[in-house]
């Protein structure tokens, strides 16, 4: 997804073209053009800046969005929120998931965990999700304290695994439960 055609760098964009159309307005004395241009353009400006500065992107997506349709609409419903959540603009929080993160305490207030990217998973044809995070101040051990409910807490008959190739890096994959009895 292109950074430029966030909501907020339209509406800063927007804001900006109508001020100039406004100032171009007004010094060649057309002031039924400079006056609302202006007075409307400089305020949308603005809310445009403003949305820039608590802007957070989406997660880098690395399946193509129409890949697994069928198979997600089939899933479990709360990793589709998940995926649309991680997978959009995001204005305010500091990271995505970060309520979550708060709640399964694997949140650090100065430096905390940062969603990466996000693979949605097909396996013996359920539907499951990795999330890569960078693991930041919160150790790999708190992570893997809280396995178990990680899987529950994002919907019912999840497992969750952790992955991690490095000291930096967790690869979370929420993956459906199998049914088979042993």
Known sequence: ???LFSPGSIITITGAALSVIGLIAYF???TNLSVPTFFYGVPILLIG???KTVEL?????VIPENKLSNLREQGPPELAKVLKDVTGWKYGPTVHLESSLKVLKLWDIDNPPRLQEVEELDIEGKYGLRLRFQLAAVALERWKEKQDRL???FAKDLKAELHSESAEIVDLMLLPQSNKKE
């Open 151 to 153: 899987g529950r807490f």
């Open 57 to 61: 992107p989406p997660a880098k997506r």
């Open 28 to 30: 060649t004395n057309a």
């Open 49 to 51: 800046l403003s949305l």
């Open 1 to 3: 997804m292109n950074k």
